[in-house]
Structure formats: C-alpha cells, structure tokens
C-alpha cells in the first residue's frame, strides 16, 4: 500500500504528541513493507527531503524558522503547496492530521478520488485559550474541517469521539477510537545514573490551554513546605516568554527550568530522572506524554479534560484534579512528594496498565484495518 501522510511538522525537528504518533504508525508500517510518504512544512536548516527509517520525508511549502509559530500567510501557502503535491502523486490511501494538513488533503484526494482519513485527537468546546495563535479563525476552521466528509475519522480517544458528535454533530460511525501508544522497548533502552528529588516535570507545548502558569503558582506555594522543590518545563511555544516572567514574579526562579529541544532520548532521561509528571492541560486529545511517564514507572498528576480520563486512572497510576483546581493540584503533588512508597506503587501500576493499553504494535494493526477497511 502507498500511503501519504500530512502533518504540519514531523520528528526529529518537532517533538509534539502527534507528530511522535505519525512517526511511530510510520516506521512500523514501512516495516510491514507498506511505503509512506509524509509531507509536512520545511524547516529552517533542514533539507528539503529526507528518509528516517525507510519513511520518505518531504519538506514543501513555506520555511518555518521556529516551529511551531507560523504566520497566516505560511498556512496559506502550506495548504497550496499540498493541494498541488497530492494532484501531482498517486496513492492508495491519505491520511491527514488535524487543522491545516485537513483542507487541501480532502481537496486533493476527492479529486484524485484517493480515500482520505481525517486524523483529528481533539476539539475545543469553548474559550479561546485553547488556540495558540489566529485564536477567531482557527475556532472557525474548527467548525467546517471536523465536518468534512472524509471516508473515516480517527481519533485518540472517546472523549473526543463524544465531543464530535455532541458538539459538531459528526455520526458515531464515521468515526474510530485509536489510542496512541508507546514504545516500550526505546523506553527500557533510556539508562539514569541519577534520580532528582522533590522533583516535577511538565512535558508539552508552552501553549494557554496547557496551564503551566498554575504549575509555577503551585510551586510557589509548596516552596513554603518543600524549599526543594523543583519544576521542569520541557517544551517551546508562544507562552514560554510569559512563564519565564511569571517565574520571576514569583521569585521561583531557582526552582523552575526551562528545558527544550532535546531529543526523545534525553526527554526519557528526564522524565526517569524525575518524581512526578504533572500536566494541567484543559485540553488534551490523548495526553501521550502521561502513558509515557507511566511507561517509565513515575506517576502522573493531570486536569480531568479530554481524554487523559482513559489514560489516567484515579488514585491507580496518578491522580486527576478538576481543571482549574490549583488547590487540589497542589495537594496530590505534595502527597507524592512526600510519600516515596506510594510514588513506587502508582508507578509500578501505570507501567502495567500501559502495558495492556497502549503498545503501538497493536495500535498499528488497528490502523491498517481501518486504511483496508476503505
């Protein structure tokens, strides 16, 4: 089968959830003997055209400097660069993430009569943190892409399959749950010489919508009790700027760090190294990054939002707070904290549950009945 991937951007120059879910469906279906072709943004630096374990990699349209700021003028011309691409090549099956990829990837493949999967992990219901830039026009496109009549919609988790339906009316058959997973065995690869202490680590864009602001407050506060305490922030994005301020503020600075770009394997090193995953996020599609802090045994501390309801048990493998919640998210931070045999349990606990949930071989084959399937 000859499939064709669209992603805004794609591992290793980007590093967030979906473009790790791309690059690990990739990789094994080339394996299976499948030829994949992802097209996404070119990067500054970054050759035109590469291939990473037998995926073909194509870099067209604008060139983006930091990703992942674009300007309205670099999805305009992403989208025309993609619309022509998928005119020019023939495949079997296209498969195109959630927002920019959707628009000309449905275009090109109703005229090329390719099937076409809309690959969407998460929707917002209301407020406009949930955007990182063009905040009134992406809410717009919201609306009109999660519509379009693609042959299958897949997404991360039922959370968002509900959100689909209730919010934005799409029928429950037009769509597939899929969880994301995780590679357990590069995981088990990632040795420490080290363990930190009294320490948290945020992994994910520096967006709103992931509320790292309320982590800094939270640590603010614990400081009284843990003078210790430590918060990694690994990750990039628009808020980063406002965070390193806040930071300051609070006169925290000596116990926050900003980390990023680093690569998966030292991202691994970092999560093992730490005590406790927190991510405060109001919206989250799957939340890879906590089946990931799992997989290294260090429980998780999350917002009860979109589908880190499936990814995260109460009280098993970490705990969930109500959004918004800093009170309570300081509470169940410190009590893991302070609490050594219960971080040990937790962990031990989500370690197995992502063992049974969330292994990418299964996930895979889940994918390839539903590309087969249309």
Known sequence: MKICIVSDFFIPHYHGGGERRYYEIAKRLVKKGHQVDVICM???????????????????????????????LNFINFIFAVFKWILTQDYDIIDAQAYAPLIPAFLGAKIKRTPIIGTIYDVSTDGDDQWIQSTKIAAIAEKILVRLPYNKIITVSNETKKSLVKYYNVKKSRI????????L???DSVEVNEK????IIFV?????????????????????????????????????????KLTKELEIEDNVQFLHDLDYRELIGEIKKSNILALPSTREGFGMVLAEANACKIPVVAYASGGVVEVVEDGFNGFLVEPFDLENLECEIKSLLKNPSKRNNLGENGRKFVEKNFIWDKIVKDILNIYNQI
């Open 176 to 183: 597939c749950v899929v969880y994301a997973g995780v590679d």
């Open 204 to 244: 994910g864009r520096l967006a709103p919508h992931k509320h790292v602001d309320h982590l800094l407050k939270v640590v603010k506060s614990l400081k009284k009790v843990i003078p210790s305490v430590k918060l990694i922030v690994v990750g990039n994005g628009a808020e980063k700027e406002n965070l390193i």
């Open 42 to 72: 070119k990067i500054a630096g970054v050759n035109n055209q590469e291939e990473i374990e037998g995926i073909n990699i194509y870099h067209i349209g604008p060139t983006i400097d930091k990703p992942p700021q674009r300007s309205s």
């Open 196 to 199: 930190y202490e009294n320490t």
């Open 185 to 187: 065995e590069f995981i």
